[in-house]
Structure formats: C-alpha cells, structure tokens
C-alpha cells in the first residue's frame, strides 16, 4: 500500500513564500511521478505542477511560472513544490498526488495516489 503525505500549508501574507513537501512511502525502488493540484471553495480541482518519475521533467501552469517550482528529492522520496510572490487567488487546499510511472500526468484521473490536502491562505 502506498501513502502519500503533504506537509508544509500555513498562512502567509501576499508575496511572501511557502514550501510545500509530499513524502510517498510503501514501495521501494520504484519512482513516482507527482503533481499538485489546488481546489478553492467552489471550484474544481486544477492542475499546478508536474514532475516525471523518470528524468524529473517539469510542467508549470501558465498561472504559477515563474512563481512555483516543482522538484523532488529521489533519495527522500519527496517531492516539493517551492511557492513564492504568493497572491490571495493562490488560496486553496493544494493537494499532492503519485503514480507509479516513468513519465509525468496533468490530469487528476491519472494519478492513484493521494494525500490528504494542506491548506494554503494568502492574505492581502
């Protein structure tokens, strides 16, 4: 069984920074490939970021480039997602998910594996 696990969500004020961890456990030797999503009151679950499993191929939303950087620590098994010059519309519950693959997904229903959430809120 695989678990995943967020870490890392707090209260900031706008511009400041968070970093947010996801630790999967319950399998050894295998990579994953992991993703952020964010799901604000109201609205459905959205796609952040993406890295492959494999050869740590990064993908941004248009709307976190140059803000938020993916990455990922193989010998930890953790990934991370490093927010900065965070704005009040960054407020959600961001939530981690793994699969077990080479390659990197965008769309929720790719992944198996999820973490519980963390919340994130900017204020102005």
């Known amino acids: 069984q695989i678990q995943v696990a967020e870490s890392g969500g707090g209260s900031v004020q706008a511009g400041g920074s968070l970093r947010l961890s996801c630790a999967a456990s319950?399998?050894?030797?295998?990579?994953?490939?992991v993703a952020w999503f964010r799901q604000a009151p109201g609205k459905e679950r959205e796609f952040v970021a993406a890295i492959s499993g494999s050869d740590g191929i990064t993908y941004h939303a248009d709307f976190v480039k140059g803000r938020f950087t993916i990455s990922r620590d193989n010998a930890k098994n953790t990934a991370y997602l490093q927010m900065n010059s965070l704005k009040p519309e960054d407020t959600a519950v961001y939530y981690c998910a793994a699969r077990a693959a080479r390659g990197a997904f965008l769309r929720p229903r790719e992944y198996d594996y999820w973490g519980q959430g963390t919340q994130v809120t900017v204020s102005s």
């Open positions: 319950g399998r050894t030797g295998v990579r994953f490939a």
